[in-house]
């Protein structure tokens, strides 16, 4: 009866925050499209930062500045916001799967080979580091994949929702919610500026798994490869869905088993160490017994935060969409240099196919809304459907850039609650971080390089 209760209550103050949370992204989201990219030269290489960038760093700022602090409800409200944000960002993907599947058909076997990238990316070079930097069986949890949140649900069910695996996977997530999008962003803006690289093998590499991190990568590429835009688009959402959905199962009986076995053998020998120096006893000392204890406790506290900043602020899908039109509208006219009745009717086909794929999802019960939204978008602006030329003359109005810049100012606005579990988690997770995703989207463009080469 309580929980009913204190989710009303939640859902209550939800839906009366909502509109100053929204008002606030609203005007960083149109102050920094306004910015527009800014073009850096490195000499070896040139990086752009992009609105959406701007947009997470001002929304941070806001987010964790004390002048006047930002609420955690209203924190939790752009969190939830967020998670409705991506699905429209996915449909807006959608029509660029369409146009692109001869592309991704001619693709192939590299389409699926360059997998093999984000899955030993991490593992290969960001496991290794862990253990040197002293991460402890957090390693495991932190290196074995950067599929985001299928990566919880693997690693609780394998060792404990209060194991060090899972705090390692806790850790990855919140770096990359931080960083992810920023340094992927400086990252393929250098390397596409290599010219080195076929551009769809670059876009291939962009589907890391992270809806955000894969659409500021492909904007780098695009910007480096402007004349390819629809065919990168396409190739990064199809390698993002195809990460996302083998995710899970590859993670749980390979990335998973090998990350464990990996860390265990690169450990093992430290461990025999301390055998043979009589350094690990069958009988605990009362001194190691006493710092289990103060290490129950640690973990205890790491939890409390963890609920408390990650508690979960429903609010009603009418009031998400409604908001979310309102904000992607105005980023869209200003991206466009003004409004027009096509940004219009684009929004309006973007939140039919959401809200039929969320009623398909919740008639089936086995199936993603994501996967019915990739599914039908794709195909009603493919070829092949009788109506695709009239939606997709609509629909590419809308820049998708500006959702991605709306999605990521609100992420921005929603991370000063996570502030203090990356302090408690400590700094090494960001080398290590840097390297799993340098490593996930470096060694499968890679990958996808000479798979391209070979079915071409």
């Known amino acids: 009866m309580s929980t009913s209760i204190e989710t009303k209550r939640t859902d209550k103050a939800g839906t009366r925050l909502t509109i100053p949370i929204a008002a ?10 306004f910015i527009g990219q800014v073009k850096i030269d490195l000499g070896i290489g040139a990086i752009i930062i992009f609105p959406m ?51 991704l058909i001619k693709a192939g076997p590299a389409l699926l080979l360059q997998e093999v990238g984000h899955l030993l990316g991490t593992v290969v070079l960001a496991l290794p580091l862990a253990v040197l930097l002293r991460m402890g069986k957090a390693t495991v949890g932190a290196t074995f994949s950067l599929d985001r949140e299928p990566s919880f649900a693997m690693v609780s069910e394998k060792y404990g929702p209060d194991s060090d695996q899972y705090r390692g996977v806790l850790a990855m997530y919140v770096f990359g919610t931080l960083f992810g999008a920023i340094f992927i962003t400086l990252l393929t803006s250098l390397v596409a500026n290599w010219k080195i690289f076929d551009p769809l093998a670059l876009a291939m590499g962009a589907g890391v798994g992270s809806g955000s991190m894969m659409a500021a990568s492909a ?28 995710g899970v199962y590859v993670g749980i009986y390979i990335a998973l088993p090998v990350a ?118 794709a195909y009603i602006s493919s070829p092949w459907f009788f109506g695709s030329g009239v ?20 992420a921005g606005l ?7 579990l990356l302090r408690n988690i400590g700094w090494k997770i960001i080398p290590v971080g840097l390297v799993a995703i340098t490593a996930s989207f470096l060694l499968s463009t890679v990958i996808a390089e000479f798979a391209l080469g070979l079915w071409h």
């Open 24 to 33: 606030l992204a609203f005007v960083i989201a149109l102050a920094v499209q």
């Open 53 to 103: 960038v701007w947009g997470l760093i001002l929304g941070l700022l806001v987010s964790i500045q004390k002048f006047k602090p930002l609420g955690l409800d209203l924190q939790r409200v752009a969190a939830a916001l967020v998670g409705v944000a991506v699905l429209l960002l996915v449909a807006r993907l959608a029509f660029n799967i369409g146009p692109s599947l001869p592309s």
């Open 219 to 246: 904007a780098s590429i695009i910007a480096a490869y402007p004349g390819d835009q629809e065919a990168i688009l396409g190739m990064a959402a199809i390698s993002n869905l195809i990460t996302t959905i083998l």
């Open 260 to 377: 464990d076995r990996f860390y265990k053998l690169l450990t093992r020998n430290k461990e025999t160490a301390k055998v043979a120096a009589g350094t690990a006893p069958l009988e605990r000392s009362a001194a190691e017994l006493e710092q289990d204890g103060i290490q129950a406790e640690e973990n205890r506290r790491f939890r409390e935060e963890v609920a408390k900043s990650s508690a979960a602020m429903k609010l009603p899908l009418w009031l998400s969409l409604s908001v979310l039109t309102v904000l992607g509208v105005g980023t869209a006219a200003v991206a466009a240099k003004g409004l027009s009745l096509s940004i219009l009717a684009g929004y309006g086909i973007m939140l039919a196919l959401v809200l039929v794929s969320l009623l398909l999802a919740r008639i089936t019960r086995k199936v993603s809304a994501i996967v019915f939204i990739t599914t039908i978008g």
């Open 391 to 410: 939606l997709n003359e609509a629909v590419k109005a809308v820049d998708f850039l500006s959702i991605a810049t709306v999605m990521l100012t609100l």
């Open 414 to 420: 929603s991370l000063g609650k996570d502030i203090p």
